[in-house]
């Protein structure tokens, strides 16, 4: 006689916000949210969490080769059509990851390729991945594009003013140059000299709000925004704070204002969508959206872990927003939901793409594009252009235009790497990220912890009255040690890492934003996506575990073309600090810059040590080099 089967555990309901996939502690999930999204929180002994009750998370680090000029070099064809002309529809690429019934398996991962760090992972997109309880939850249903009907789009009008068209070729090739700017896929492009060279197509309230904010475009801004009001693809390369978000707002904000509105949108899901990588970077790109569309009335709202998923579910349904910022795991969770469709989306931006697949959300990403339209534009904002970039682009773009805004030490490796490629010299160079040249950097060589800790201290005044100051820790235990040490002296400090509640996180970041608070305690949590322009000072009180961490860390100050300075506190007997040393000397001298005096001594000790078969021998290497500290 067979035995009878058990009766099946019952689904957990989507509307109870207790979902096996969900990334809230049950605790968080009883915290609703407050309408701007954060909570205020009342002192700063009770916002820091302790080491011992909370949750680790975490980000991935870096560490693909740069392949973008080899991906432009691959593209062949006629020159880019505008955005009137229809695109052909796209071929999905065979799906490794699929079930027999049709639907598309969302990044399911082996258990061999989870080690510790990843399970720690910030995002939400991490938990979906994990904790996936059943694999119906990485399922999502395919769309056959063919048999859609989706609603006209109106191009934008733009047409570079005459004064700009009027310069000739080689002055444009000037202005390219003084901008330290490449762009490849379009030779015609005018880059713009002020925002009023816009006023003819930005709408007056959009305008206002850009000229209120702003004297002057950056860089990135001069290149990409007349090219995405022109209706291209692109692919921009671009250090962090260089203004790559108001970049793509702008023109987003007035491709939108060009479609057609009906009188009722809930429900339809949004016009555009912007993809991060992490909550903060979400919430800073809500809050810039929000404030240039202010004047227009556009609906923005901001989807991403940390918060109750129903709450979310009947914002989204019932907002009729046109504008969603969003993490993609949390994205999908709304999709599954039924919270909102794509027909109406038309533009989508993903910022900091090169994190997103580092931290492992590639078939999150591919999946979320496989649901919009073909001939919605796309932006592609990253930092690098890592291989899996490169694949993603490529099938999902359209012509797209690369523009590219580094140094002149990037440029001369760009340049380098375009030589070997036509000479088929074998593998294409690499760019080394270097420190902004507007970041004075200072080494300092101490003995021992206890050196450390006084030299900061006896500081940090003088610090402080310059602006706001950020201190970076290299684990979360240390730096919830040092602000403890900081508040005994009567100095006020944040202190956010890994296992900082996600409410209390977003509660001290704001406090910290706005000055209440201008001693911030971290761990690297916080080295990429954190945009706050008036940090003056970054204090790397231990080192981070590569060179390219510690780029990320000093680029917190510097933003949006400003002055910073950045103090990198090394001890001698400290093995990380010395495998650190070795790591930038080798950066400095790949990019011909001098060598600062300390790693110098640093990186001379350290290959004695190695000559005398000392504990050193070996340099830091392994599956945790990029990673970020915790």
Known sequence: MKRARPAATPAASLFTGDSSDSDESPNQRRRLP????????????????????????????????????????????????????????????????????????????????????????????????????????????????????????????????????????????????????????????????????????????????????????????????PVALSGRDIIAVAKTGSGKTAAYTIPLLTHISLQARGSSTSGKGPSALIIAPTRELALQITGVVKLFGEGTKTGVLCVVGGHAKYEQFKRLRDSGAEVIVCTPGRLIDMVKMKACGFSRCSFVVLDEADRMFDMGFGPQVDALLSQIRPDAQKLLFSATFPSSVAKLASFYLRDPVRITVGSAEQKRDDARAKHSEKHATGRMATTVPMVAENVTETYVLVENEAERESWLLSRLDDLIQQGLVMVF??????????????????????????????????????????????????????????DISNVKNVVNYGSAKSWEWHVHRVGRTGRADQKGNAYTILCRKMSMDISFARDAVSAFRKSRMRVPAVLMELDVAARRKTHEGGVFQKRFRGRNRNRPNR
Not at 517 to 522: E, G, H, V, W
């Open 34 to 225: 407050s309408p701007s999204g954060t909570q205020k929180v009342e002192s700063v002994e009770e916002c820091v969490s302790s080491p011992a009750n909370c949750k680790q998370t975490e980000a991935k680090g870096i560490g693909e080769e740069d392949t973008l000029e080899a991906f432009m070099n691959d593209l062949s064809g006629p020159q880019p059509s505008r955005l009137a002309q229809n695109r052909q529809l796209p071929t999905r690429p065979p799906q490794s990851d699929s079930s027999e019934d049709g639907f598309v398996v969302l990044g399911e991962t082996m258990p061999s390729q989870v080690d510790d760090e990843r399970e720690d992972s910030e995002d939400d997109c991490a938990e979906a991945q994990r904790d996936f309880g059943s694999a119906r939850d990485l399922f999502l249903e395919p769309i056959d594009h063919s048999r859609k009907q989706y609603p006209k789009l109106v191009p934008c009008p733009y047409e570079p003013l005459p004064h700009l068209v009027g310069a000739a070729r080689e002055e444009q090739s000037k202005k390219l140059e003084s901008m330290a700017a490449t762009v490849v896929g379009d030779e015609d492009v005018v880059p713009i000299d002020s925002f009023q060279d816009l006023a003819l197509v930005l709408r007056k309230a959009l305008l206002g709000s850009v000229l209120s904010a702003f004297e002057k475009p950056t860089a990135i801004q001069r290149v990409s925004i």
């Open 473 to 530: 820790c290299q684990s979360r235990g240390a730096s919830a040690a040092l602000a403890n040490v900081i508040r005994k002296t009567g100095k006020p400090a944040a202190c956010v890492h890994g296992e900082t509640d996600n409410a209390d996180r977003e509660g001290l970041l704001d406090m910290f934003r706005s000055g209440e608070l201008p001693l911030l305690i971290t761990t690297d949590l916080t080295a990429r996506g954190l």
